[in-house]
C-alpha cells in the first residue's frame, strides 16, 4: 500500500514551538516499522515556521512575511535535522522535497516533481514533502500543507492519505465549544452540510483548519485516494488505521 501522512504542526511541537520530543520519536519508530512491514511511506510535514519560532526564541508566531520566511529557512534545518537522526535510527533514508504551488501547476514541474517522487519510493527513501516557505509567500498565507498532501497523494496515485491534527476528525459541532458535538466516522460525499461544519484553525503554531481538510478529502476522493484525519497525539492510530479500525474521520465514496 501506498501511504501520504501529513503531520500538522501541533503534532510536532508543544504550544512553545518547541519540538515534541517524545511524540516525535514514537511517530519516526511507527513509520519505519509500516515501512518495514512493506507499505511505501511519503511524508508532508508541516512545523517549519513553527519550529523556527521555538528555536529563534519569538514570544509568537511572527505576522510578517521576512520574519516568517526566516523562521523557516531555521526551522526546516532543525525539522530535517530531528527526521534524519531519528529514521537513521531504523536504517531508513530521508529525502527533503521543498517545493511551491508553481511546481504543482506547472505540468512539467509537476511531472519532475511526480517523476523525482515515485524514483525515490523505488529506492527506498522516506520522502519528507514541505513548502518552500522560505521563498514562496501565497503558500504561507494559504498555509495549505493539506491540500498539499492531498495533491501528493494524487501525484503519486496513493492508495491512502492520513491527515494527522490537533482534533479527532470532523464533528457535527464545534467539539471545543459544544459538548454535544458528535464524531462522524464516515463520509461518502462532501456536500454544503459537511461543507457547512467546518471551522477555522484551533492551534497557534499552525495555519491549517477544517477547510483545508475538507478541501483536501475533495481532490482525494476524486481520485480514488481514501482519506482519514486523525489525532496526532496518539501516533498509534497510524497502526489502527492501517488494521482497519474505526479511527478518526474517513472520507471514501466506498
Not at 173 to 181: E, I, L, M, T
Request: net charge negative; glycine share 10%; charged share 20%.
Amino acid at each position: 500500500m501506498r501511504i501520504v501522512i501529513k503531520i500538522g504542526t501541533s503534532t510536532l511541537a508543544h504550544p512553545t514551538g518547541h519540538l515534541n520530543i517524545r511524540r516525535v520519536e514514537e511517530l519516526c519508530k511507527i513509520i519505519s516499522d509500516i515501512k518495514n512491514s512493506g507499505h511505501e511511506v511519503i511524508m508532508v510535514s508541516s512545523g517549519a515556521i513553527g519550529m523556527g519560532v521555538g528555536k529563534l526564541g519569538l514570544r509568537s508566531r511572527p505576522a510578517d512575511i521576512p520574519t516568517k520566511q526566516a523562521a523557516a529557512a531555521v526551522g526546516q534545518c532543525e525539522l530535517m535535522y530531528t527526521y534524519d537522526k531519528l529514521f537513521s535510527e531504523y536504517n531508513h533514508t530521508v529525502a527533503q522535497l521543498l517545493i511551491t504551488g508553481d511546481d504543482v501547476k506547472n505540468e512539467t514541474r509537476h511531472d519532475n516533481f511526480s517523476n523525482t517522487l515515485n524514483r525515490l519510493l523505488e529506492l527506498g527513501a522516506l520522502p519528507i514533502i514541505n513548502e518552500n516557505d522560505t521563498v514562496s509567500t501565497d503558500e504561507i498565507v494559504i498555509g495549505d500543507n493539506d491540500t498539499l498532501a492531498a495533491i501528493v497523494a494524487e501525484s503519486v496515485k496513493a492508495d491512502k492519505l492520513v491527515l494527522l491534527s490537533d482534533i479527532d476528525g470532523l464533528y457535527t459541532a464545534d467539539p471545543h465549544k459544544d459538548p454535544d458535538a458528535r464524531l462522524i466516522s464516515r463520509i461518502a460525499a462532501i456536500d454544503d452540510s459537511i461543507l457547512a461544519l467546518a471551522g477555522g484553525s484551533n492551534g497557534a503554531q499552525g495555519t491549517g483548519g477544517m477547510v483545508t481538510k475538507l478541501q483536501a478529502a475533495k481532490i482525494c476522493m476524486a481520485c480514488g485516494c481514501e482519506m482519514v484525519i486523525a489525532n496526532g497525539s496518539d501516533p498509534m492510530n497510524l497502526y489502527h488505521i492501517l488494521d482497519g479500525k474505526a479511527v478518526g474521520t474517513t472520507f471514501s465514496e466506498n
